[in-house]
């Protein structure tokens, strides 16, 4: 079954303070991993795209990796700040015989940064 | 460029009614997709149109039912609403690798 597995579930930090997010799927066939920030209420939006080929990818302060043999991806933020108080969806994308792809969602982690 | 807009944003409808959201897909991207997402929960995905035509289906019953556009604009039916139904509604216009997301629509069934 495609299925992707986010840990923690919610998680609480000081500001300043780093983290890392953990992702654990089972999608096939891999076609690419994304991290994707949403506020409450909100649509998400994209942090980083990884393909199978590609281990690591950065955006600011925003970290990904990725260990396409252990199905496993993680992001790391560094220097928290309280802006980054929000949920961290891990996406799996697959690519199908017919030709397009579909988004497999985890649960999200709901990052809470306090002063 | 423009990005994704979900209308309406907040809507609000009884047990047994039928419902239309829309979405304007970005500019130059010719497929959208569309999911819900229950309160605490991560998106499912509903369906996809790939150039007016669905592509794409999750796990959902054939009451949920939807339309593309030749401007690649797209609609989600509802019909016969259950409470169960109530969620964020969101839409995602794609080309290649970029998937861009609208805000959403907010349904409450009651």
């Known amino acids: 079954k495609n299925q992707v597995e986010q840990s923690p579930q919610s998680l609480i930090i000081l500001e300043g303070k780093n983290c890392t997010l953990q992702?654990?799927?089972?999608?096939?066939?891999?076609?690419?991993l994304r991290w994707y920030k949403q506020d409450t209420g909100r649509g998400p939006v994209s942090l980083t795209i990884m393909t199978f080929s590609e281990n690591t990818k950065s955006n600011g302060r925003y970290t990904a990796t990725l260990d396409a043999d252990t199905k496993q991806s993680s992001l790391h933020i560094t220097a928290s700040q309280l802006s980054d108080s929000a949920s961290y969806i891990c996406?799996?994308?697959?690519?199908?015989?017919?030709?397009?792809?579909?988004?497999?969602f985890g649960k999200g982690t709901m990052l809470l940064v306090s002063p | 460029e423009t990005g994704v807009t979900q209308s309406p944003t907040h809507l609000i409808k009884t047990r047994g009614q039928q419902v239309t959201l829309r979405c304007s897909s970005q500019?130059?991207?010719?497929?959208v997709s569309w999911y819900q997402q229950a309160l605490g929960q991560g998106p499912q995905f509903i369906f996809q149109y790939y150039r007016e035509e669905e592509n794409g289906r999750g796990n959902f019953p054939p009451r949920f039912s939807g339309l593309q556009f030749p401007n690649y604009s797209s609609e989600l039916n509802v019909n016969a609403l259950e409470l169960d139904d109530s969620a964020l509604y969101l839409c995602a216009s794609s080309s290649n690798y970029g998937y861009t997301f609208g805000s959403g629509t907010r349904l409450t069934v009651v």
């Open positions: 996406v799996v994308s697959r690519s199908l015989n017919s030709g397009y792809s579909t988004l497999t």
């Open positions: 992702c654990n799927y089972t999608v096939s066939p891999f076609s690419n």
């Open positions: 500019s130059g991207h010719n497929t």
